[in-house]
């Protein structure tokens, strides 16, 4: 078992930035990719950004490439996602979740094993 806590989340105006966290405990955190997805009320979960497990890969969804920022930090059991130039669409809750352990940097929400609680993130206009 992996345990997930998200911190970070919050309120702000459009084109500020916010830095979400997600602490892991358990299992052997390097053993995992690690991805954050966010969900929007009425929406599904959709895919944000992924990291691989020395964290030298990323991938991110189109709608956030070159404003979000997924790091890890191994040492720290930690995963990050640095958010900036946020738009009231980034409006949702915001989950990490551990999964793949091989290679391939997962994007659909069923290829990841463990989730957070979720953390919510509004940005208004």
């Known amino acids: 078992q992996v345990q997930l806590v998200e911190s970070g989340g919050g309120l702000v105006q459009a084109g500020g930035s916010l830095r979400l966290s997600c602490g892991a405990s358990g299992r052997t955190f390097s053993n995992y990719v690690m991805g954050w997805f966010r969900q929007a009320p009425g929406k599904e979960r959709e895919f944000v950004a992924a990291?691989?497990?020395?964290?030298?890969?990323?991938t991110y969804a189109d709608s956030v490439k070159g404003r979000f920022t997924i790091s890890r930090d191994n040492a720290k059991n930690t995963v990050y996602l640095q958010m900036n130039s946020l738009k009231p669409e980034d409006t949702a809750v915001y989950y990490c979740?551990?999964?793949?352990?091989?290679?391939?940097?997962?994007?659909?929400?069923?290829?990841?094993?463990?989730w957070g609680q979720g953390t919510q993130v509004t940005v208004s206009s």
């Open positions: 990291t691989s497990r020395n964290g030298g890969r990323t």
């Open positions: 979740a551990a999964g793949p352990t091989g290679l391939q940097l997962g994007v659909q929400p069923i290829e990841y094993s463990y």
